[in-house]
Nanobody, 125 residues
Framework: QVQLVEDGGGLVQAGGSLRLACAAS????????MGWFRQAPGKEREFVAA????????YYGDSVKGRFTISRDYAKNTVYLQMNSLKPEDTAAYYC??????????????????WGQGTQVTVSS
């Protein structure tokens, strides 16, 4: 059974940085894409970033390009989201997700089969 456990959220001032981690277990993820999404109160869940476990190709949402970096550590079976130059509008619950590599769009929530419980990121102005 796939398990995704996020860690690293918290409260930070605007302009600061945080690193989120997603520990994945339950199977071999070489044929998977790992993603980060976020959801602010009253808003839809939004694509943030994704990485193909094998090969490391990365994808980013327009609102975070140039500020966030997604990466993975094979040995630890962990995916990271380094968030720099944080803005108040980055405040949201951040979710880790996993999906097998199919033709489904990487940016869509419905394309992902497994989700973590989420971690809160709050950016104060």
């Amino acid at each position: 059974q796939v398990q995704l456990v996020e860690d690293g959220g918290g409260l930070v001032q605007a302009g600061g940085s945080l690193r989120l981690a997603c520990a994945a277990s339950g199977r071999t993820f070489s044929s998977y894409t790992m993603g980060w999404f976020r959801q602010a109160p009253g808003k839809e869940r939004e694509f943030v970033a994704a990485i193909r476990w094998s090969g490391g190709t990365t994808y980013y949402g327009d609102s975070v390009k140039g500020r966030f970096t997604i990466s993975r550590d094979y040995a630890k079976n962990t995916v990271y989201l380094q968030m720099n130059s944080l803005k108040p509008e980055d405040t949201a619950a951040y979710y880790c997700a996993a999906r097998m590599n199919t033709g489904a769009p990487i940016t869509r929530v419905i394309s992902y089969n497994y989700w973590g419980q989420g971690t809160q990121v709050t950016v104060s102005s």
